[in-house]
């Protein structure tokens, strides 16, 4: 199957969960070279998404992304800021106060206005990036504050389950939080997008509120980490 065909495959199956409502589709193109992301946008996936910060600067250079919004969806670090913002359309993986004082700074230096989420750890796992939860709504009053900062919504990657059934309450819990915080109406903040759902669980993602999905491998193929060469 070709990129496009993927795509193509993997849009059938977002329209048939979303029944109707505006689901975005955005390519997590990790370990993927400049022209099989160039071939995804062609087969128009709605924006790429990258993990890390050297292959973003890469591809980016060889114009990899040209025609589509690029998000950054990896774990994000200080000294990394400077390479982002107003580079990346949509940061995806802000987990702290300090990220949003350092990306509004910058951001301001460049006289341009930032938009992000704010990543949930919805399953509080130890390892992972992400607010805890309870954190989540002064964090947003944080970022609310900031000039050149947007929220425009949350993002999550939710523990790893044997099925997507399983992910479920997760995502569900997510798309609570994200309502309850949409309701509030801060300045600055959009909140309208709902950032979940992987190749493996996007249909359940989809179904508990997700309007944007982060698909790799659906889209790609299995990665083949044997060929990493490390950050
Ligand atoms: C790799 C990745 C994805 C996509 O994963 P697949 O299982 O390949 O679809 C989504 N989100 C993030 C943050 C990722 O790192």
Known sequence: MSIA??????????????????????????????????????????????????????????????????????????????????????????????????????AEKLGLTQDILLEVNIGREAAKSGLPPEEVIKTVEFAAAKPHIRVRGLMAVPPICPSAEEVRPYFAAMRELFVDIAAKKYDNTSMDLLSMGMSGDFE????????????????????????????
């Open 5 to 106: 065909e993927n795509v193509a495959a993997v849009r059938a199956r977002i329209e048939a969960a979303a029944k109707g409502r505006r689901v975005l589709l955005v390519a997590a193109s990790k370990m993927n070279d400049a022209a099989r992301v160039k071939e995804a946008v062609a087969a128009g996936v709605d924006a790429c998404g990258e993990n890390r910060v050297q292959e973003l600067v890469e591809k980016n250079a060889a114009h990899a992304y040209d025609g589509a919004p690029l998000h950054f969806i990896g774990h994000l670090q200080k000294n990394k800021i400077k390479y982002l913002v107003g580079v990346a359309d949509l940061i995806e993986s802000v987990d702290s106060a300090e990220l949003i004082e350092l990306i509004d700074r910058r």
């Open 204 to 231: 359940a993602a989809i179904e508990e509120g997700a309007n944007m999905v982060r698909v790799g491998s659906a889209i790609f193929g299995a990665r083949d980490y044997s060929k990493q060469t490390g950050r």
